[in-house]
């Protein structure tokens, strides 16, 4: 599964080096924490969501086959390629 993952997740992504898929496994259930660039994220998730949904039904139907459950979280660093702060409105 986390091969299949790094696979689809690379070939959406605008900077594939930095990707970082981290895997917990836990009784029954696998989860897979992605860490990528913030303008990367928005390639991830897709329109309304319907990208990442994708992702994570197909992780969920290939672990049901072994008799568990995948999920997919991305993971959002604080500081990390992050927009310059704007200055308030007066």
């Known amino acids: 599964m986390e091969r299949f993952l790094d696979f689809v997740l690379r070939q ?3 900077f594939p080096d930095e990707l970082v898929i ?3 496994d836990a009784p029954k259930k696998t989860i897979f924490r992605l860490q990528m660039r913030k303008s990367d994220i928005g390639k ?3 329109k309304f969501g319907q990208t990442i949904s994708a ?3 197909l ?3 290939a672990a049901s ?3 568990g459950r995948a999920t997919v979280e991305i993971i959002e660093e604080e500081g ?3 927009p310059a702060e704007s ?3 007066l």
């Open 12 to 14: 959406l992504i605008e």
């Open 22 to 24: 981290i895997r917990e």
């Open 44 to 46: 991830v998730v897709g």
């Open 55 to 57: 992702i994570r039904n």
């Open 59 to 61: 992780l969920d139907a």
């Open 65 to 67: 086959k072994h008799g």
């Open 80 to 82: 990390r390629n992050a």
């Open 87 to 89: 200055s308030p409105r």
